[in-house]
């Protein structure tokens, strides 16, 4: 069985930092490029960042030079280092694994994880 958990949301204040955690179980995470997005109130998902299987990492404009996503591919978890938070920053962070190879293609979500920047 598939799982992806994400972990290590939570309330803040603003400018504080949090660091989210997305472990997966039954795949091989490391063979799967991986987003986070997130999702306020009212709102539509949205990217938040993406790292590859080789490392490679791209970010929403948005969120550039505040986070940082990360993976340990020994622990088959993703990271989303999150600093100077926002109130804006409010939102669900889901993560979300995709692996393709010729034409196949898999795709698993996590659960999401709260994640709330207020005074």
């Known amino acids: 069985q598939v799982q992806l958990v994400e972990s290590g949301g939570g309330l803040v204040q603003p400018g504080e930092s949090l660091r989210l955690s997305c472990a997966a179980s039954?795949?091989?995470?490391?063979?799967?490029?991986v987003h986070w997005y997130r999702q306020a109130p009212g709102k539509q998902r949205e990217l938040v960042a993406s790292i590859t299987t080789s490392g490679t990492t791209s970010y929403a404009d948005a969120m550039k030079g505040r986070f940082t996503i990360s993976r340990d591919n020994a622990k088959n978890t993703v990271y989303l280092q999150m600093n100077s938070l926002k109130v804006e920053d409010t939102a669900v962070y889901y993560c979300?694994?995709?692996?393709?190879?010729?034409?196949?293609?898999?795709?698993?979500w996590g659960q999401g994880t709260q994640v709330t920047v207020s005074s």
């Open positions: 979300n694994g995709v692996w393709a190879w010729l034409g196949a293609s898999q795709s698993y």
């Open positions: 039954g795949i091989n995470f490391n063979t799967y490029t």
